[in-house]
């Protein structure tokens, strides 16, 4: 993607397991600054999982370990495991993924065949819809609509509703409908961008688009200076009255003319009253030639 747009660096905010497909957020030039910011929010998925059998990957792709007869299983018993794995929940991520021990993703041991403590983590998944249910040739397919917090897994939630229904049960389709703000409406696909057909700049946004969603605050240029060398936020520097919710969360800072300078936030405990934040983020200005100034 990066040698496409003539980028010096490219980066992604939020990695696709190799089996699916649908919403990457790609960052070029700069806006790799922002790549962990773009990477939150909510993800939406369509899921189907294939009743009745387990594979070390946890995805259909991997080496079957375990099979079970689930035809005795009906669309309420899907409805009613999956809603045990709602809000606030402990998970493991998968054998093969990309979480790090000791420096080294967990694939890497595994395809060693080596067993390392994984130690659960905590995310959160706002809900799960079961879509569709089937039973045939194919086996017993349970579609799934996921609306999730960063950080999870959908192949380990899948791994754990079979295993909670007593069956097993492993990813055959995968696709991320939406990434925070950024949905497959907006996305094109890269056979495209590869066959030329469309260009990348025809697709890429600003980094000031790309973080529209987030509260932002207008600084005078006494305040810009200071703010793109990363210093407290001064609230005589602030323009008008900035939103109350930036005050206690991630927020932008614009010049005049709305160019993004940085993210800020909150100011430290110790600090004056007139601080208004503290720098998180600080984009520094682009370079000639291509504008660094994008996300695709």
Not at 21 to 31: H, I, K, W, Y
Not at 76 to 100: H, N
Request: glycine letters at 12%; aromatic letters at 6%; proline letters at 5%.
């Amino acid at each position: 993607m990066g040698r496409l747009a003539g980028a010096d660096k490219s980066g992604h905010a939020g990695t696709l397991d190799p089996l699916a497909t649908g919403v990457l957020v790609v960052c070029l030039g700069r806006a790799t600054l922002l790549t962990r910011f773009l990477a939150g929010g909510t993800k939406e998925y369509e899921v189907t999982a294939l009743l009745g059998v387990e594979t070390d990957t946890c995805d259909t792709d991997g080496r079957v370990i375990s099979t079970c007869d689930a035809r005795a299983v009906d669309r309420e018993d899907v409805a009613g495991s999956a809603g045990r794995f709602t809000g606030e929940i402990e998970q493991l991520a998968p054998r093969f993924s990309a979480v790090k021990h000791k420096g080294k993703p967990l694939y890497q041991y595994a395809r060693e065949g080596l067993e390392v403590e994984r130690k659960p983590r905590r995310v959160f998944v706002e809900s799960i819809e079961v879509t569709s249910f089937e039973s045939g040739p194919g086996g017993v397919r349970a579609g799934l609509r996921v609306l999730c917090g960063p950080g999870t897994y959908v192949r380990s939630l899948v791994s754990d509703i079979g295993r909670s229904l007593g069956c097993g049960a492993s990813v055959a389709e995968l696709r991320r409908l939406r990434s925070g703000p950024f949905g497959i409406e907006g996305s094109i696909e890269l056979e495209r961008l590869f066959s030329g057909s469309v260009q990348v700049s025809d697709v890429m946004m600003t980094m000031e688009e790309a973080t529209s969603w987030l509260p932002s605050v207008e600084v005078s240029s006494e305040g810009g200076l200071a703010v793109s060398q990363g210093k407290p936020l001064r609230r005589e520097w602030v323009a008008g009255n900035p939103p109350q919710e930036a005050a206690g969360e991630t927020y932008r800072v614009l010049d005049g003319v709305g160019s993004l300078l940085a993210l800020y936030g909150p100011p430290r405990a110790e600090d004056a009253e007139d601080i208004h934040g503290r720098a998180i983020r600080v984009l520094r200005p682009s370079t000639p030639g291509l504008d660094k100034n994008e996300a695709a």
